[in-house]
């Protein structure tokens, strides 16, 4: 249901992105997520980007994460 | 922690962003103990998503928390609430003349009501499974005699994708293809979940990539009108303790909303432009689900002009629907059994004979409760 994979967007031709994907690079359709960019990641659902991964929030999450795991 | 130890990033891929750091042991451990420390009180709380059902299984999170705390497994496999009905019909129109069945993967082998996909298949029918919806669009292409039927399962993660084929295939003038849709919605499922007087739901883990789509928005009535926790969790371990203790938190503090742990993918506005496709298509319609029975608006109606691709117009004669009488997916996708209640798990319905579709899919719960046990 909630298969999601992140992958880093590597080109990208009109709607469709190229994204290293663990290594390897797939073509991926940027119809659901277009304001994206090169260097950016992407959640890639059945050959869709349907979301962008901010990275801002990821490190906050885990610097959180670690604050609390630090403070027990 | 015995568990923890398998937990280190694959040896096969390269360093996955976004998915090695949330899985780090001494985060996990800090969060492990943070979680004993909160209240003692017994608490259930229901992981909707069948993605979350496999990382709680695989990462051992049910043997790292307290007892008293109880994770039910809910109805959020696609594959596992799909009725035999849609599956019978998927079947019947497999058997006709200049006809290609499309599916995602896990539909080739549920059992409906006397055959499946994957038999059908073996008998000579054209069905082919695909792993995005514009692989329906290219097969349509590649064969403009035959009638290309996508039998189109999936929440609102899949959702968008479905509509953006079918607002190509309208673009492109496509004329051979067609949708059995079998989509669900997942609010009002939850509604049918928290009415229920069979199970007792203290807080609700919410779908990660669903709620990618969704926003929060569409779970406000959780706290409202249900006055429960629920909180949107992503799918790696950390993420997974860290949604349960955002949950247990709210318990012992008497409060009530809707929260994000998913915050590097999931915003309070989800993804308007995604939300927006699936409305130029459809409208909201009545959803069967397996075992939930009919929920008001958990499905979906095709909009004109897309309604002529709505392969239900079509009069097909169907074999008479039957279940198993003593499947017990339909209970199991509630939270009400497990499977270990059930008597034919592992005697009779396995992996290799699947009885029931929640043992089909990968996501199922009888199908993830055998191979973790």
Not at chain 2, 16 to 36: C, P, S, T, V, Y
Not at chain 2, 141 to 147: S, Y
Not at chain 2, 151 to 162: C, D, N, R, V, Y
Not at chain 2, 327 to 343: A, F
Request: some cysteine; overall charge neutral.
């Amino acid at each position: 249901m909630c298969l999601g994979i992140p992958g880093k967007v590597l080109e990208i031709e009109k709607n469709v992105a190229k994204v290293d994907v663990g290594g390897v690079s797939r073509d991926i359709s940027l119809d659901l997520c277009p304001d994206v960019s090169v260097g950016e990641y992407v959640l890639i659902h059945t050959g869709f980007a349907i979301q962008k991964v901010d990275e801002e929030e990821a490190k906050e999450t885990l610097d959180l994460l670690r604050q609390m795991a630090e403070a027990i | 922690m015995r568990a923890l130890r398998s937990w280190s990033p694959s040896l096969q891929l390269k360093h996955m962003k976004f998915i090695d750091e949330f899985r780090n042991k001494e985060i996990a451990e800090g969060l492990i103990q943070r979680i004993r420390k909160t209240s003692a009180r017994p608490v259930q709380l229901m992981e909707v998503c069948g993605t979350h059902t496999v990382s709680i299984f695989r990462y051992g999170i049910r043997g790292l928390l307290p007892k008293h705390i109880t994770l039910l497994s809910g109805p959020g496999c696609p594959v596992c609430v799909t009725p035999n009905a849609d599956i019978d019909l998927a079947i019947a129109l497999s058997r006709q003349k200049d006809t290609i069945i499309v599916t995602f993967g896990d539909m080739m082998r549920v059992p409906g009501s006397t055959s499946s996909l994957q038999k059908e298949k073996a008998e000579g029918s054209d069905i082919r499974i695909i792993y995005s919806s514009l692989d329906a669009l290219k097969i349509a292409k590649e064969n403009p005699g035959e009638r290309v039927v996508f039998l189109a399962i999936g929440f609102e993660t899949t959702s968008p994708t479905i509509a953006v084929a079918i607002l190509r295939a309208k673009e492109e003038k496509l004329r051979n293809l067609f949708f059995l849709d079998s989509q669900k919605r997942v609010p009002p499922a939850l509604i049918a979940l928290l009415q229920s007087k069979r199970v007792k739901i203290d807080g609700l883990i919410l779908p990660g990539h669903v709620s990618t789509i969704l926003g929060t928005k569409p779970y406000r009535f959780i706290s409202k009108d249900f006055d429960r926790p629920a909180v949107v969790t992503g799918f790696e371990p950390l993420d997974i303790l860290q949604g349960i203790w955002m949950l247990l938190k709210q318990i012992e503090e008497n409060r009530a909303a809707v929260e994000i742990q998913y915050r590097r993918v999931v915003h309070e506005e989800g993804n308007p432009t995604a939300l927006s496709k699936i409305y130029q298509v459809f409208e909201d319609g009545e959803g069967h689900w397996r075992g939930l029975g009919l929920i008001p608006d958990s499905g979906y109606r095709f909009k004109d002009p897309y309604n002529k691709m709505d392969v239900r117009n079509f009069d097909i004669e169907v074999e008479p629907t039957k279940e198993h009488p003593e499947c017990l997916c339909g209970e199991v996708l509630q939270g009400i059994r497990s499977p270990l209640e059930c008597r034919l798990f592992k005697e009779v319905c396995h992996p290799e004979n699947p009885i029931g579709p929640c043992m089909v899919s990968i996501e199922g719960t009888c199908h993830t409760y055998f191979k973790y046990q």
